[in-house]
């Protein structure tokens, strides 16, 4: 297992920006894939953007452009950079590990969350 500490939440106006990280506690480029996911007040927990080992990544239809998330092998951090973001947006972000290439979303490694709030 590996233990994911995300920082970097906050409040921001729509139309703003955001950067997210997650710290992890082992090399992640032993990691098979890294994601972010999120929840919102009342809804489901949902995949928001995955990288893998190699550096392909993932993104839901609702942040596609808006998104984007990398890796920093040198550091074992996981970054997820937020731009034009929308009220719905507003959820508490989950960093997320997926150790093996065989398991499935979500790993079983999760961060503690951090909130982002969009205001309008």
């Known amino acids: 297992q590996v233990q994911l500490v995300e920082s970097g939440g906050g409040l921001v106006q729509a139309g703003g920006s955001l950067s997210l990280s997650c710290a992890a506690s082992r090399t992640i480029s032993s990691i098979y894939a890294m994601g972010w996911y999120r929840q919102a007040p009342g809804k489901q927990r949902e995949l928001v953007a995955t990288i893998s080992r190699r550096g392909n990544t993932n993104y839901a239809d609702s942040v596609k452009g808006r998104f984007t998330i990398s890796r920093d092998n040198a550091k074992n951090t996981v970054y997820l950079q937020m731009n034009s973001l929308k009220p719905d947006d507003t959820a508490v972000y989950y960093c997320?590990?997926?150790?093996?290439?065989?398991?499935?979303?979500?790993?079983?490694?999760w961060g503690q969350g951090t909130q982002v709030t969009v205001s309008s």
């Open positions: 997320n590990a997926k150790i093996y290439e065989s398991s499935n979303w979500p790993g079983g490694s």
